[in-house]
């Protein structure tokens, strides 16, 4: 795929009252997500769906509520000052806005990177056959230390789960997954992956290359929009759901049914879903590689 870079954008002078209203959206919408998660961590409640998307993620619930306008934009008003704490800003004559050489040579490299990764991943033919076997790799004869959601029941014995995972072969492609399978299970996937072969493998019709589009989106604050932030928080969001359905794990009793890919009906249900989130996936993946041909351009 040959992506063209787009002109550098004029800035765009947004006034207090436009910003503002923008920045109380924000934090309105991404608050219904992050005031659950804080009110549990309070109680010291842990939710097996979704904590993964903060401590997995690791980025902050109050970050994560932080509105930035990203690049091409200008904030007017006396109130925009309070951005110059982040050194990415700075003052002009239109406004406070973010500094064109914010980026150092190793975020610039990390960008180069992060581009390579979205291009290839976008131009990759997206496979939809795994059906969420990378969740029952990790728990395939396992030893008792290895057990992650111990306080939540397996919908099989361990035999049972065993001959579910053996009836047909593990399709994983993304690493960050795959670094979790126990080791019997590594060599019953297709690919032996590994972190530097990441660029070769990824591919959009994958639940965690699509939730990661959260993780390349923050990575970039505060030079990402918000509002790019949270859709791509969004969709990582609803993607878990999914993840943790077709898992062997029981969460009937937190309201999450189970999608039985041990079924061949499961398994078509599984796959619909997926084409779903592969398809929602792909104009996040093409605004983030805007973002970074924004960011450096080639």
């Not at 131009?123 to 795994?130: K, S, V």
Request: charged residues 25%.
């Amino acid at each position: 795929m040959t992506v063209s870079p787009p002109a550098p954008p004029a800035v765009v002078v947004l006034p207090a009252a436009e910003w503002q209203a923008r920045a109380l959206a924000h934090e309105s919408r991404v608050r219904a997500w992050t005031d659950p998660h804080q009110d549990r961590a309070g109680r010291g409640e842990k939710h097996p769906v979704y904590d993964f998307l903060f401590t997995y993620y690791g980025f902050r619930p109050a970050w994560l509520r932080r509105w930035h306008p990203g690049p091409g934009l200008a904030l007017a008003g006396l109130e925009a000052r309070a951005f110059l704490r982040d050194p990415e800003y700075h003052e002009t004559a239109d406004g406070v806005t973010l500094r064109p050489d914010a980026l150092p040579e190793k975020r610039r490299a990390y960008v180069r990177w992060l581009r390579e990764l979205l291009v290839n991943t976008l131009d990759r033919p997206a496979h939809f056959a795994c059906f969420g076997l990378h969740e029952w790799a990790m728990v395939y004869r396992q030893t008792p230390d290895e057990t992650r959601h111990n306080q939540y029941p397996l919908r099989f014995p361990p035999d049972g789960l065993a001959r579910i995972v053996e009836a047909q072969p593990l399709r994983c492609t993304h690493f960050d997954a795959y670094r979790f399978f126990t080791a019997p299970a590594r060599p019953l996937n297709r690919l032996a992956l590994a972190r530097e072969t990441t660029l070769e493998h990824e591919q959009s019709g994958c639940l965690h290359a699509n939730m990661d589009l959260y993780k390349w989106a923050h990575k970039l604050v505060p030079l990402a929009p918000a509002e790019l932030v949270a859709d791509c928080f969004e969709l990582a969001r609803d993607i878990r759901e999914l993840d943790m359905r077709a898992s062997p794990y029981d969460l009937a009793a937190l309201g999450f049914p189970p999608v039985k890919i041990e079924t061949p009906e499961g398994r078509a249900d599984y796959e619909r879903q997926q084409r779903g989130f592969s398809t929602r996936a792909r104009p996040l993946r093409l605004r983030l590689l805007a973002l970074c041909d924004q960011l450096v351009p080639a």
